[in-house]
């Protein structure tokens, strides 16, 4: 049987992967696991693993780094004490050649010896704070996931991979935007503060009603569109890199660490 969100909102972090883990949930993370680190994925095979390292070191906005996987262990240990990269994601992209051919709950079969996995921060993780502090997030309350856009903000390019940074958006009051910059900056685990608000034309985003991942979020007339760093910009350059098999989480479904979203260091050893 199939959870929906709202029977995990508050459950506890250990609750919320164990149901992920067998296929019991697999929609959203955006507002689970409060006080949890949670992160984005990028699964490549070896040859490809340095080069999106130094892709990743050379954007850390949209892609800070938390932990990296031994090559062909699917264990995430530096994340937690029980982490399977195969199982611990709500959904999987898979891309072959640089297109997305399907998406599936478990790629256990998928799994090659000769692949490195990757966990990169994700905004879901500063969430909380900002729910905490009184900011109404339309997504959350509707069971939508956050608005995504390719942007014209360039990356820099590290081997095959490149081009454009991706965003995530939140419609935020007006006369709060100077307090979510700095609640967001506290997280630099998780995109920090925001990289434009405002006009989304200024960034390339031509139709803010049509996001290129997720669902569009209604913007007030007393609040203003606030766009963060995304860590689905590596899905963006993995269709630009053309590789032969790179496996991602499905934009807005993440792996859910056991690391405190407090952390300020980017890779933690299980305790």
């Known amino acids: 049987m199939r959870l929906a969100f709202e029977a995990l909102r508050d459950a506890p972090q250990p609750t919320v992967r164990a149901e ?6 697999a929609e959203h993370t955006a507002g689970l696991a ?8 990028v699964i490549v095979e070896d040859d490809y693993a340095l080069d999106f390292m130094r892709f990743c070191q050379r954007n850390p906005k949209p892609c800070p780094v ?3 996987s031994d090559t062909g262990n699917p264990m995430m240990t530096t994340l937690g004490r029980d982490i399977d990269i195969r199982t611990d994601v709500p959904s999987y992209n898979i891309y072959r050649d640089g297109v997305l051919t399907e998406n599936c709950s478990d790629i256990t079969a998928l799994w090659q010896d000769n692949m490195v996995a990757f966990a990169l921060g994700c905004s879901f993780t500063f969430e909380h704070a900002i729910m905490r ?10 069971d939508r996931t956050v608005p995504m856009f390719k ?11 490149g081009g454009p940074m991706v965003v995530s958006m939140r419609a935020i009051a007006k006369d709060r935007l100077d307090e979510v910059k700095a609640i967001s900056a506290q997280f630099p685990l998780a995109h920090g503060a925001p990289v434009h608000w405002g006009d989304p034309a200024a960034i390339g985003i ?21 766009f963060w760093a995304c860590g689905v910009t590596p899905q963006a350059a993995i269709m630009r890199a053309g590789l032969p098999i790179c496996i991602t989480h499905k934009p807005g479904q993440m792996l859910i660490t056991d690391i405190s979203d407090t952390a300020e260091t980017p890779i933690h050893a299980a305790e």
Do not use: K, S
């Open 34 to 41: 409060d006080g949890f680190l949670q992160a984005n994925l």
């Open 66 to 68: 938390v932990g990296v």
């Open 20 to 25: 992920i883990r067998c296929g019991a949930y």
């Open 206 to 226: 031509d139709d803010i009603a049509a996001p290129d991942w997720g669902d569009a979020t209604p913007v007030g007339t007393d609040e203003v569109a606030v």
């Open 133 to 142: 502090a009184g900011f109404p997030l339309w997504h959350i309350d509707n």
């Open 151 to 161: 942007t014209t903000i360039p990356t820099v390019p590290a081997g095959p991979f």
